[in-house]
């Protein structure tokens, strides 16, 4: 770590969920956000932008495969304006969605990626994190949608494609819970027996739910399971970045947590420093 960290009394920890406007719903540039994460003290971050996915899937929420290179170099140049001030690394948010295995594998293989997030974000075909089919979660039955839920996320789990989980209980983003645990903690099982780590995400305390990703009682059944956790604000504007991750930290710390970040996609414990920090 670089020497002017040393006596800074600001936080040391990274932030490791966040997108630029390549997935055309968030603002602030790489540039923009790495100053933000200086201006909130932080040690370090991990851009982990929407990975492209075929063109049938979720096309107006993403980047496109050809723009990947751009994402990258631009990831890249936040990387080497910041040197010495912010360690800036390069990861991505991807979507487990049976059938795209391959796609996804080919497009970790295009570069090298410090951290990749494996996220469910549809339900077959439906986008029930996307507040235009919020209705949808009317028309179904609770129990059965969080089944299907944590089905796929064990799916993700057991691909080997992911470093760790994004955003858990994301279906409960609206408000709507899951009724029954059981489903949730099946999924913990295989997320710990495959050595994965958890997004602990603070941007459900900013949507209706008012509760990061995971709940309170998941938390500790992660940490039960010796998961360990990757803070992340999801920041989709330089506003967010860093959001609450103080508080996170200090939640996950009190609850016997390990929290790690990812680089070159090998777990990195928090230095010592940072765990006086
Ligand atoms: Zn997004
Ligand atoms: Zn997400």
Same mark, same amino acid.
């Not at 103080?246 to 930290?249: L, S």
């Given at each position: 770590m670089p020497q002017d960290f040393k006596n800074r009394p600001s936080a040391l920890y990274f932030d490791s969920h966040m997108h630029t406007p390549l997935c055309q719903h968030a603002t602030g540039t790489p540039l923009e956000m790495a100053r933000a994460a200086l201006d909130a003290g932080l040690a370090g971050i991990t851009f982990t932008d929407h990975m492209p996915m075929p063109a049938w899937y979720d096309a107006p929420w993403r980047m496109r495969r050809d723009q990947l290179d751009h994402y990258v170099s631009s990831v890249r140049e936040a990387q080497s304006a910041f040197a010495s001030r912010l360690e800036v690394r390069l990861g991505l948010e991807a979507d487990f969605h049976p059938g795209t295995e391959h796609w996804i594998e080919e497009v970790l293989?295009?570069?090298? &990626? +410090?951290? #990749?997030? =494996?996220?469910v974000?549809?339900? =077959? /075909? &439906?986008g029930f +994190?996307?507040?235009e089919f919020q209705d949808e979660y009317e028309r179904r039955d609770p129990g059965a949608l969080y089944r299907s839920y944590y089905a796929l996320i064990e799916g993700a789990a057991r691909s080997g494609l992911f470093d760790a989980i994004g955003h858990l209980d994301l279906p409960k983003k609206? =408000?709507?819970r899951a009724p029954?645990? =059981?489903? !949730?903690?099946? /999924?913990? +099982? #295989?997320? !710990? /027996? %495959?050595?994965l780590a958890l997004d602990f995400n603070t941007a459900g305390w900013r949507k209706v739910v008012g509760e990061a990703y995971p709940s309170p009682e998941l938390?500790?059944?992660a940490v039960a399971r010796g998961i360990p956790f990757v803070l992340g604000s999801d920041a989709h504007s330089p506003e967010e970045v860093g959001y609450r991750l103080? +508080?996170? %930290?200090q939640l996950l710390l009190e609850e016997g947590? %390990? $929290? $790690?970040?990812?680089?070159? %996609?090998?777990?990195q414990e928090e230095d010592s420093e940072a765990q006086r920090g």
């Open positions: 293989s295009a570069h090298e &990626w +410090d951290y #990749v997030i =494996g996220s974000h549809y339900i =077959g /075909a &439906w +994190d996307n507040p609206f =408000g709507l029954e645990d =059981g489903p !949730a903690l099946a /999924a913990l +099982d #295989v997320i !710990a /027996a %495959r050595g938390t500790y059944q103080g +508080d996170a %930290r947590a %390990r $929290v $790690v970040t990812f680089k070159a %996609r090998i777990l």
